[in-house]
């Protein structure tokens, strides 16, 4: 399917949406590939709805339309704020959602007042979310060990990938910047990285062996480099309290 087909049958979704919940849909747009201009033949059609709340809430919807797969996601204007403001280590893949959209309805400019809305985060909370993320971090390469310790050879990788999508959000964070789309997680370029990241990153995310020893020696290698990068850029794990 070509982009213009996508396009148009992304019109007739809105046109439903806004003749079925009426006033209370603020805007509607598209967003991942089809609004960045990336998409190729087989790729998906997703879709944002912006609403207000008035009685249940609205679920989103996943269809299949003329072959094309759909989804649309109803956010209302405080639940999209709230996750742009939650400064946590899926942020960097989940903020993208509200940044790229390409407006179908939107008379009230709410697209951009998200936009706007992730301009005002401060260095503060970008440090947060760095600091969860290094948490995480912690957590997923202590399964990569557990894994391989217990000679869980295919474990050792699956675990070794969330260790590389956790490390990618890190830095990030640390870099103030989010990834456009999924798939771009060990493609992005960040100005302030360790020295080894680009190659470890690739050997611990599977992208280049599939022997769990050498995943497993890169994801060790990977962590200590990534505490002491953290522990230079002024972020590290405080393990000394209970935090409820």
């Known amino acids: 399917m070509k982009r213009q087909e996508r396009l148009k049958i992304a019109?007739?979704?809105?046109e439903d949406v806004l003749k079925k919940y009426g006033d209370i849909v603020l805007a509607i747009g598209v967003c991942g590939s089809v609004a960045r201009g990336e998409d190729t033949e087989y790729s998906?059609?997703?879709?944002?709805?912006?609403?207000?709340r008035k009685g249940k809430k609205i679920y989103d919807r996943f269809f299949i339309y003329k072959g094309l797969p759909i989804l649309v996601e109803f956010w209302t204007p405080e639940e999209a704020k709230k996750c742009i403001r939650n400064m946590w280590f899926k942020w960097p893949i989940e903020v993208g959602t509200f940044l790229h959209v390409l407006p179908l309805f939107d008379p009230?400019?709410?697209?951009e007042g998200l936009k706007k809305e992730r301009e005002s985060l401060k260095?503060?909370?970008?440090?947060?979310?760095?600091?969860?993320?290094?948490?995480?971090?912690?957590?997923?390469?202590?399964s990569v060990k557990?894994?391989?310790i217990n000679k869980r050879k295919e474990i050792v990788l699956l675990q070794a990938r969330v260790l590389a999508q956790n490390v990618a959000s890190f830095l990030a964070l640390i870099n103030?910047?989010?990834f456009e789309s999924g798939k771009r997680v060990f493609d992005k370029e960040f100005k302030e990285r360790p020295e080894d990241y680009d190659e470890l990153i690739r050997v611990v995310a599977g992208l280049v062996s599939l022997d769990h020893e050498e995943v497993y020696r890169a994801s060790e290698k990977l962590f200590k480099v990534i505490v002491s990068f953290a522990k230079r850029k002024g972020t590290s794990i405080d393990d000394s309290r209970i935090r409820v």
């Open 108 to 111: 009230e400019g709410v697209f």
């Open 146 to 148: 557990n894994a391989f």
């Open 44 to 52: 998906d059609l997703d879709m944002l709805a912006i609403v207000r």
């Open 11 to 14: 019109e007739e979704v809105a």
């Open 176 to 178: 103030r910047t989010h």
């Open 123 to 142: 260095e503060e909370d970008f440090k947060e979310g760095a600091t969860n993320a290094l948490e995480h971090i912690y957590e997923s390469f202590l």
